[in-house]
Nanobody
């Protein structure tokens, strides 16, 4: 399984970005996928996750109501729509899945929110 995150960038406070996580390998519809983020000097933080068929989603309290995770199993992609961005959302964002007992991480995509 390989994951590739993209879509990061520089945005002003209150702006929006959509991150994408493209997957190859494995049966995409058989694994849950999550988004995590990390700021230098801090632990990696859970942001959102989505179940195999997209029927269940989970959002961390810090992003709930502003971020929305979704997936397209035909395109083998998971998205993170981020609205009302705040400077504290600045971080490298990573997608992750666990497949057959092993964790797979995409490379990070940097999101920078200017005040």
């Amino acid at each position: 399984v390989q994951l590739q995150a993209s879509g990061g960038g520089l945005v002003q406070t209150g702006g929006s970005l959509t991150l994408s996580c493209a997957s190859s390998g494995g049966t995409f519809s058989s694994y849950n996928i999550g988004w995590f983020r990390r700021t230098p000097g801090k632990e990696r933080e859970f942001a959102a996750a989505i179940s195999r068929n997209g029927g269940r989603t989970y959002h961390a309290p810090s992003v709930k109501g502003r971020f929305t995770i979704s997936r397209d199993n035909i395109k083998r992609a998971v998205y993170l729509q981020m609205n009302s961005l705040k400077p504290e959302d600045t971080a490298a964002y990573y997608c992750r899945t666990i497949f057959r007992g092993r964790a797979y991480w995409g490379q990070g995509t940097q999101v920078t929110v200017s005040s």
